[in-house]
């Protein structure tokens, strides 16, 4: 079954800076990769994905990256803020599967 | 707005007794999911149901089972806890099929198991 792993498991960033989160995935037949934010006290929220006949996709601040070939994604976050401070959640969704399948998520930390 | 209702969001139950974890959701999604969360490990799948009445296992149903007996609803039962299913479990709902297919979770049940 797919397997999804996720680096780093904690990333410490200035306000301001760029945070990227690293995934790699083990089914080439998975199509549809999301990501997900949770903050403290909550469940994780959907906040960007991607389907696999794209190969970028940005909303203001957060760009998702994939790459079949190499079978990775990545999530790219710009001019961090401190309410970005949070546990990032990558996923993939194999064709015919209702299931996603999460990485071990990423704490970010953005100190201002 | 899509809501995912879980009944609890603290729970503290005895080695062996039954629990149970209530989750609702009201955008008359197909999917239902439960997740486990611990630290280092993420998301990992318990059970899920596309379904009334349909359910399917995950990655790690053992020590658990689930009942859908309405829509709306789907129920996560620990037959006899144990310690080490102390957690914080979530629940998820999603459509089946279309475009729209985002998966929406609750806020949250942290159980812990003494």
């Known amino acids: 079954g797919e397997n999804v792993e996720q680096h780093p498991s904690t990333l410490s960033v200035q306000e301001g800076d760029s945070a990227v989160i690293k995934c790699t995935y083990s089914d080439s037949a998975s199509n549809y990769f999301p990501w997900y934010k949770q903050e403290l006290g909550k469940g994780p929220q959907l906040i960007i994905d991607i389907r696999s006949n794209v190969g970028e996709k940005k909303d203001q601040r957060i760009a998702v990256t994939l790459n079949k070939t190499a079978k990775h994604f990545s999530l790219h976050i710009t001019e961090t803020q401190p309410e970005d401070s949070a546990v990032y959640f990558c996923?993939?969704?194999?064709?015919?599967?209702?299931?996603?399948?999460f990485g071990t998520g990423t704490r970010l930390l953005v100190s201002p | 707005d899509v809501k995912v209702t879980q009944s609890s969001r603290y729970l503290v139950k005895r080695t062996g007794e039954k629990v149970f974890l209530e989750c609702v959701q009201d955008?008359?999604?197909?999917?239902m999911f439960w997740y486990r969360q611990d630290p280092g490990l993420g998301l990992r799948l318990i059970y899920f149901?596309?379904?009334?009445?349909?359910?399917e296992k995950g990655d790690i149903p053992e020590g658990y089972s689930v009942s859908r007996e309405k829509k709306e609803r789907f129920s996560l039962i620990l037959e006899s806890a144990s310690t080490n299913q102390t957690s914080m479990y979530l629940c998820?709902?999603?459509?089946?099929?279309?475009?729209?297919?985002?998966?929406?979770f609750g806020q949250g049940t942290r159980l812990t198991v003494v």
């Open positions: 149901s596309y379904d009334v009445k349909m359910k």
């Open positions: 996923a993939a969704r194999a064709p015919g599967f209702q299931k996603l399948v």
């Open positions: 955008m008359d999604h197909e999917n």
């Open positions: 998820a709902s999603s459509f089946v099929r279309g475009l729209n297919t985002e998966a929406f």
